[in-house]
């Protein structure tokens, strides 16, 4: 698109401007290609705003006080691409090898804890919660935390409403235990059952900034969110999983992705599944 067919002045400065706040406040490495992108999703703030170019909006970051629009720009340009048991065999593996495991490691505790560090709409940590409901017995308590840069889709994640076309691929038999169908003018829509989203605490968390956990984690789950990073920050944050893992916790990235010379503090037990090893 050229920049007399666009709606809003978008000019190379502007852009650089744009991806160095959302690098340092998140980590992503945006490359050039992502212009387009950039204008697209974001011309929706400016057009909001009332302003009548980047540079405004630019000015607007640049001077705004409170944070809330940086807030506003790191929603827009985050991926929040998700599905349910996506990637499937990492929910087998934890049902069928990692959760024996941890019972039989924990039974002086009868707790297991896992985070899904970047739940986009939730579709991860929901699958993480059935999977756990049809693998551990009802009188162990589990930990599930889930947490996301980006506050609208965790405020969709929190609410537990998918519409049906979101969970064709579930089998009936899983859907029928732990779905409601929608009726009125919620159908076409299905619910987590209440004993499904009340596993779950949801929280905003910039995974780049300062952050700490009251425990260490069993298993996390961060699947194509270091992809976007850079190897500095992509070591930092892998290390600091390592921190909060148990000694031998196990650690889920997505399918193209790899700590290959990122840390020393994980070995691959499977496809893309990682076991902690280092101090």
Known sequence: MSEKQREFAFTQRDF???????????GIVVTDEKFDMFYSRLSRRVRALGLKSFSQYCDVIRTEQ???????????????LTSF???????????NTLIPHLLERNAASRTIRIWS??????????????????????????????????????????????????VSGIPKTRLRRWFVKGKGKQAGYVRLKPEVRNMIKFGQLNLMEGWSMDAKFDVIFCRNVIIYFDKTSKTQL???????????????????????KVTERFHLIGNTIYQRTGP
């Open 16 to 26: 650089d401007f744009l991806r160095t706040v959302a690098n340092q406040r998140t």
């Open 66 to 80: 409170d944070d809330n629009e940086v807030l506003e720009l790191v929603n827009a340009i985050t991926t929040n």
């Open 85 to 95: 048991f996506r990637e499937n065999h990492h929910f087998e593996y934890l049902a």
């Open 117 to 166: 560090a970047g739940c986009s709409t939730g579709e991860e940590p929901y699958s993480l919660a059935m999977t756990l409901k049809e693998s551990v017995p009802t009188d162990w308590k589990i930990e599930l935390l889930a947490t996301d840069i980006d506050s609208n889709v965790l405020a969709k994640a929190a609410s537990g409403i998918y519409q049906l076309e979101r």
């Open 238 to 260: 892998v290390n600091r999983y390592a921190d909060s893992l148990t000694g031998d916790g196990h650690l889920f990235i997505g399918h193209s992705e790899s700590l290959f």
